[in-house]
């Protein structure tokens, strides 16, 4: 159930399969509090959709995970996988892009809440800006569900995927080395908002 690539995921089925075993890939988006209510957004990997066999050992496991709306069948091994590394992916650069214009707007004197306001109304918006928000204003970025150290993790194994299938990885590249500073600076178990840290005070070498 945790984010590795499709090549991986699918050597690690022929194994399973050879030894006598059933191989199913579940990636899950969402984190502790999520697991907790079972509301994880599950996406499933496997030769068949294990809602076809209710009765059987998967399908009750996942729906204790997740609501039944929220079980996401994909496809063949490998390709939960592959969705799941790019849903990640979008953690990386929303938050990396989000820094960015929350920096300049603070370097420019702007007020904040005019540009969340508009931000808000508009189709730019998503749900991840506010919620990090005031960690970023307060450069206190606390304990994480999903820290800084693994984004780093499944941002290098999303552009190892992304060479291979023949896509441009510049913006991997640039993704990967500010959360690379981030971590450098002592933030790499702290929530992965801390790359705003790296976005906008460059000239801070280590808060820790």
Known sequence: MGTIGPKESSELAAEVVSAG????????LGSQ?????????????????????PDGPVWPLLRALG??????????VGTAAAVKLA??????????????????VQRSGAPVDKFMSILRASALYAPTYDKKLQKMLDRDYGVANFPT???????????????AAGLDTRLLAALKAVTQDAVDR???????????DAVAHPQDVELQ
């Open 67 to 76: 609501q039944e709306p929220n079980i996401h069948y994909i496809g063949p």
């Open 149 to 163: 150290k693994h984004l780093l993790k499944d941002v290098r194994l999303f552009e190892n995927e992304a060479a």
């Open 33 to 53: 509090p999520e697991a907790e209510k079972g509301t994880l957004l599950i996406m499933v990997g496997a030769d068949t959709d294990p809602r076809g066999d």
């Open 186 to 196: 002592g933030l790499a178990d702290t929530d992965y908002s801390a790359v705003f």
């Open 87 to 104: 849903l990640n992916q979008l953690i990386a650069s929303l938050t990396i892009g989000f820094s960015t214009s929350l920096g300049l």
């Open 21 to 28: 075993g059933r191989y199913i890939e579940a990636p899950v």
